[in-house]
């Protein structure tokens, strides 16, 4: 299975919004409402920030949402923070026994 | 606190064994589903999944014959046997939770390097 369609790197300036597309086939991203997102930074382990494309698990800030269409899933984060300045990956079930499918991640860059 | 405490990693020769666990904690064990995730330079790979009453276990094709998920409700405790190690499986390899088609908690990661 090949994996997902990610930029390799993004930015922004802080406040702003920035949008991080992740870019698969009908048989995954496009098949199934069952894209999910991860911020990850340096030297920790990922965290869960999107489910079932939009969902939101609590604790997760609002300015992070998530939304589909055709076979590309997006991740927007708004009201840019420092903080904010991690790695993000996508995963879409991949239907069968192809559990999930990871995008090769974006960097993203606080101005 | 959901805590998920891996253990086992280590250098291992290329053709060898290894067996990693993953001691869970702060939830209900018996009714999430897990999964073993790993990350190299190139990014992150699921490699295998099973469900809260070891019925259904998929794993990925990279791994397929040679690596085998398992895990004990009785001792909350997630395990990966894996076999005929390949440089390629030099990794973190992380103990996730499974949570409607996501990984919702991480461990905190372990190393295994496969190298001779």
């Known amino acids: 299975q090949s994996a997902l369609t990610q930029p390799p790197s993004a930015s922004a300036s802080p406040g702003q919004a920035v949008t991080i597309s992740c870019t698969g086939t009908s048989s995954d991203v496009g098949g199934y409402n069952r894209v999910s997102w991860y911020q990850q930074h340096p030297d920790k382990a990922p965290r869960l920030l999107i489910y079932?494309?939009?969902k939101r698990p609590s604790g997760v800030p609002d300015r992070f949402s998530g939304s589909k269409s055709g076979n590309t899933a997006s991740l927007t984060v708004s009201g840019l923070q420092a903080d904010d300045e991690a790695d993000y990956y996508c995963t879409s079930y991949a239907g069968g026994d192809n559990w999930a499918v990871f995008g090769g991640g974006t960097k993203l860059t606080v101005l | 606190e959901v805590q998920l405490v891996a253990s086992g990693g280590a250098l291992v020769q290329p053709g060898g064994s290894l067996r990693l666990s993953c001691a869970a904690s702060g939830f209900n064990f018996n009714v999430y589903s897990m999964n073993w995730v790993r990350q190299t330079p190139r990014g992150l790979e699921w490699v295998s999944y099973m469900t809260s009453d070891s019925r259904t276990i998929y794993h990925a094709d990279s791994v397929k014959g040679r690596f085998t998920i398992s895990r004990d409700n009785a001792k909350n405790s997630l395990y990966l046997q894996m076999n005929s190690l390949r440089d390629g499986d030099t990794a973190v390899y992380y103990c996730?939770?499974?949570?409607?088609?996501?990984?919702?908690?991480w461990g905190q990661g372990i190393l295994v390097t496969v190298s001779s």
């Open positions: 079932e494309v939009t």
């Open positions: 996730v939770r499974g949570y409607q088609w996501a990984f919702d908690y």
